[in-house]
C-alpha cells in the first residue's frame, strides 16, 4: 500500500491565515528560523488589508505558511515555512502556486522576495516559478550577516 501523503497528487488544503493559527505558525518558524519573527510581527501581518497570509493545512494540521505584503507595485514574499516534517513533499510550492494564482492579473509590477545565498533548494524552487536573481543585498540575515539574493518575478 502506498503512503498518499507521498504520491505527487496530494495536495494540502491552502487557506487564508486566522488569528488563531499564528501559535500553530510560531512553531514552524521557530523550527525553521534562527531569528524567528516574533508574535506581534505575525499579528501586524494578518491585521495589514496589504497583506495575504496563507496556510498550508493536512487534516487540520498547519504544516506550512507563506506572508506577502503588497507595496506600492509590487508583492514581496516575506516569510515562507514548511513543517520539517513534511518538508519535500511540495508544499512550499503549493503555497507560491496558489498566492500567484491569486495575484495574476493584478496591475502590480510583479514579485520579489529575498533568500539566503546559502539556501540553493528554496532558490532552485523560486527558479522553477519563474523568479530570476536580480541582485544580492550584502550581510542581509542579522544572525550571521549571510547575504540575501534579491529575486523577481514580472507580474
Not at 13 to 23: G, Q, R, V, W, Y
Not at 70 to 93: C, F, S, T
Amino acid at each position: 500500500m502506498s503512503d498518499p501523503d507521498r504520491e505527487p497528487q496530494w495536495r494540502p488544503e491552502i487557506a487564508p491565515l486566522e488569528f488563531a493559527h499564528i501559535d500553530q505558525v510560531e512553531v514552524i518558524e521557530k523550527l525553521s528560523y534562527g531569528m524567528p519573527w516574533s508574535h506581534a510581527m505575525f499579528a501586524g501581518e494578518l491585521i495589514k488589508s496589504s497583506s495575504i497570509c496563507l496556510g498550508a493545512f493536512r487534516l487540520g494540521r498547519m504544516i506550512g505558511y507563506l506572508i506577502v505584503s503588497r507595496y506600492a507595485d509590487d508583492w514581496h514574499i516575506m516569510n515562507l515555512a514548511v513543517d520539517p516534517a513534511w518538508r519535500q513533499r511540495g508544499v512550499a510550492r503549493q503555497l507560491l502556486e496558489n498566492f500567484l494564482a491569486r495575484t495574476a492579473g493584478g496591475y502590480e509590477r510583479g514579485y520579489t522576495l529575498e533568500v539566503r545565498v546559502s539556501n540553493d533548494e528554496a532558490i532552485r524552487l523560486y527558479e522553477r516559478l519563474g523568479f530570476e536573481a536580480r541582485g544580492v543585498r550584502r550581510g542581509y540575515y542579522l544572525d550571521n550577516h549571510e547575504d540575501a539574493v534579491i529575486m523577481w518575478k514580472d507580474a
